[in-house]
């Protein structure tokens, strides 16, 4: 079975005709999805406006990121089950478009990233990183996170 | 002039149109409203979980809010500067949108919201500032205030649909 026919399977699938002939049930699950957004917004931006400078710089950062990661869990907790859902209704009409694998990408990678490099930095005593290491890996989080979203609208019209 | 003359007058304004019939202008906007509701509701969400005692309780109040804050409005700033073009490009669809109107209320009031909370117990933060748990109407602000995001994004999402659900 190919991954087209794959998708095409699962679009095609009971449960998903069912959910489909709901008029209401696509839009609900793409609002929850992006309320899911704003908390993972809220939770990325705590810690790379630390990294940058801009956040709560006198707490020690294990309290920041701790905090941050918790949120940034269930924020994802919230966005990739609705997101699969979405993308399960009209799942060959995403494979055909591009920016949905980037945004998926991106999305392997700032994980990937969010809890490695960015937490190892994040977490570093003040004197253990400079600056601009701790810049170019806010940077990089909030350009792949920046890039996951705009898939995500992207990808959303007819 | 009524109000609905007004609109229509400004959806026949040659600018309304341009961006109306633009190909790529109408989808940077409506990408930076979507990208900066990240930022705006995202920072205000964490501040409302301060508030209710449920996040970053070690934090003073007074540091969450301050830091955030500035953050908060700049996204405010920019939602409602790209808002009022995705509304200028198409004036009179919006106006008769029910869920556009639903969401305008819930906008002006979790601004008072935010305008109230500043106004009352905000003042006497140095008396709570270090409680996990802030007192009973700071909660009630945050509680109020994230269920007027959710409204806010409820409507937002909803505006696409009102031709699908009731024409």
Sequence with gaps: ?????????????????ELRSSPWAFPVIATVHLM?????????LLVDLRLLGFGLQRQPAALVVRDAEKWLLRGLAVTIPTGLLLFMCFATKYYYLWFFWVKLAALVLVVAFTFSIRRRVAMADAGRTSPLERRVVALVSLSLWTTVALGGRYIGFP | MSLPGLIEWLGST??????????????????????????????AVMIDLRLLGIMMTRVPASEVVSR?????????????????????????????????????????????????????????VAEWDLDAVPPRQARLVGAVSLALWAVIITAGRMMAYQDYWFN
């Design chain 1, 36 to 44: 899911g957004l704003a908390v993972i917004g809220g939770a990325v």
């Design chain 1, 1 to 17: 079975m190919t991954l087209l026919e794959f998708c095409r399977w699962i679009q095609y699938s009971a449960p998903l005709v």
């Design chain 2, 68 to 124: 955030l804050m500035p953050w908060t409005s700049a996204g405010l700033g920019v939602m409602i500067a790209s808002g009022a073009l995705l509304f200028y490009a198409a004036p009179l669809l919006r106006y008769e949108n029910i869920f556009f109107r639903l969401k305008m209320a819930a906008l002006v009031l979790a601004i008072a919201n935010a305008w109230f909370f500043h106004r009352s117990v905000y003042r006497r």
């Design chain 2, 14 to 43: 040659p600018w309304s149109v341009a961006l109306h019939e633009s190909r790529y202008a109408f989808l940077v906007v409506l990408a930076v409203h979507v990208l900066t509701l990240a930022v705006f509701v995202g920072t």
